[in-house]
């Protein structure tokens, strides 16, 4: 997918002014509240107009001013899934899905509601009304209506934000399944740095309703690896849990952790911040801490005071943030090797 976007949008003392080419199937618009990303995207979606410019779409104007092209949101192909689900009241979960497909071009529909039940897993759902659905099943009902119109591109502006925690990462793979299974390629909003790096490769950078950049979601998680708020967090996606001992032994590439938390299904999400490993230059002969790996310094970089290190183990990586004082004592640098030391509380399971 390629999006051309040269457009200006005044609302009020507000502007919005971009000027960006995109391209990719996994992308992200981040950036703090009131940056002009919901505005950004229901000019895409046509749902309001841009005072100037023009959105192309695959090399294909949806509007174009000095053209006077402004093609009606129906036939954009554009899906949408806000924050809030929207669910039509009167209608049962299949009138719901079946709204967009009923009312998208024959030669479109690649996607059926058999494939797409399937998929986010709603087909003992189908016949009930969605008032008394939970917030997790109404999310899921509305991804799927907007997979079923067949879009080109599907627009989520924070679909995830009023969820909590738990529900949040349990609808996260339904919503990168459906979206793989399908091949639609989506721009995705959110002002959660995590968020990003799971449901992103490409990030746009929004600010005061100019593009501020353009880089990968990894890229942009180590831009910010040093803040003192929040410093840089390992995301670990792990495998095949075993129960030891009352803790749960994770695949991780060719390694296993030790994790206090855990269940058993067989992959999980889990967070380790950067602050929470410890380096060791030689074998440390006894520590209670579980997992002790022996790894490689892949390189290093300064990050608002600290040094991060990015550590290779076996196929995977790993970033530990350390004090600059620490790595000149025990000369770290890149190339050689390390024991990293994590406790099994430090993970945090998401999802
Ligand atoms: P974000 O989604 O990044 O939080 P928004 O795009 O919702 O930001 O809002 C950006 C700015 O545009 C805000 O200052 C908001 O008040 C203004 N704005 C958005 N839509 C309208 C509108 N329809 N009328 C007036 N102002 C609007
Ligand atoms: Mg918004």
Known sequence: MELTVTLQKVFGTFSLDVDFVVRGERIGIFGPSGSGKSTLVSLIAGLNHPDRGRILLDGEPVFDKAARIDIPTDLRRIGMVFQRPHLFPHLSVRGNLLYGFKRSNRAHRKITLN?????????????????NLSGGEKQRVAIGRAVLSNPRLLLMDEPLSALDDTLKFQIIPFLTHTCEAFHIPYLFISHSLTEMRIMADRVLLMDGGRMAGQMGA????????????????????????????????????????????????????FELPSTDIIIFKRHPEAISARNLLKCRVAGTFETNG?????????????????????????AITKGIKVYAAIKATAFRQLG
């Open 218 to 269: 990894e890229e942009l998680a180590r831009a910010s690896a040093g803040e003192r708020t929040r410093p840089y967090t390992n995301l670990l996606r792990l495998r095949a849990p075993r129960r030891v001992d009352g803790l749960h032994a994770y695949k991780w590439g060719d390694r296993e952790l030790l994790i206090s938390g855990g269940d058993d299904n067989p992959e999980a999400l």
């Open 115 to 131: 494939d797409l039940v399937e998929v986010l897993q709603i087909g003992h759902l189908l016949d009930r009304g969605v008032k």
């Open 306 to 330: 600290r040094i991060a290190l990015e550590l290779e183990c076996g196929t995977e990586h790993l970033v530990a943030l350390v004090v600059k004082e620490a790595v000149r004592e025990l």
